[in-house]
């Protein structure tokens, strides 16, 4: 599992409360990345990071915020959540630099209620 | 633009059928191509990847640059191939970033 965990791993909120999701990689990657999956649309970047604060966005940026305050944890915020936050979100790594390959975590299950 | 098109969003077999899940990429340059499955409730994981050439779990791709395409195949499907399947192109604007399909959702029944 490249020792990548994710907390909360479900959460259930409502609509305008402010949620924080957590990533956690214990092998030091360099670059890490939230996606959010939805049927129909597969995966999609979110915001990725290069190293520590230094962060950027992804496709579907809009309502997020990351912060990369160390080298184990990429933080993935929704300043004020809305239904169409409602999805899984995966976080992963990539183990090389030279290598496109990616690792995931688990998941979290977010219900916006 | 960077594009990866997986056409079918149900594919269902019975055990022992060939299988055929379709990708098929935009993307000028050399590309990678992955193949990931996501068994139920699970996390996405590595099952090929066009460089390495192999075969994992009876599944193979290869890489056809001249249709653009990076079709899965398996000559006898088994209920535990049973899973979702992203086809993933790389890399996309550096940072190792991938670009997904939305899918397809294999179910092979007994």
């Known amino acids: 599992d490249a020792g990548i965990t994710q907390s909360p791993r479900h959460k259930v909120t409502e609509t305008g409360t402010p949620v924080t999701l957590r990533c956690h990689q214990t092998?030091?990657?360099?670059?890490m990345y939230w996606y959010r999956q939805d049927p129909g649309h597969g995966l999609r970047l979110i915001h990725y990071?290069?190293?520590?604060?230094?962060?950027d966005k992804g496709e579907v940026s809009d309502g997020y915020s990351v912060s990369r305050s160390k080298t184990e944890d990429f933080l993935l915020t929704l300043e004020s959540a809305t239904s169409s936050q409602t999805s899984v979100y995966f976080c992963a790594i990539t183990q090389r630099e030279d290598y496109n390959e990616q690792f995931f975590g688990p998941g979290t299950r977010l219900t916006v209620l | 633009a960077q594009r990866v098109t997986q056409p079918e969003k149900l594919l269902s077999v019975f055990k022992g059928a060939p299988v055929e899940l379709k990708c098929n990429y935009s993307?000028?340059?050399?590309?990678?191509l992955f193949w990931y499955v996501q068994y139920s409730r699970q996390r996405l994981q590595l099952l090929l990847r066009h460089i390495s050439r192999e075969s994992i779990k009876g599944f193979t791709a290869d890489l056809n640059k001249g249709e653009t395409s990076f079709h899965l195949k398996k000559p006898f499907a088994q209920e535990e191939d049973s899973a979702m399947y992203y086809c993933?192109?790389?890399?996309?604007?550096?940072?190792?970033?991938?670009?997904f399909g939305a899918g397809t959702r294999l179910a092979v029944h007994p």
């Open positions: 990071s290069y190293g520590v604060k230094d962060t």
């Open positions: 092998e030091n990657h360099r670059y």
């Open positions: 993933a192109l790389g890399p996309s604007g550096g940072y190792n970033k991938l670009i």
């Open positions: 993307y000028s340059g050399s590309p990678e």
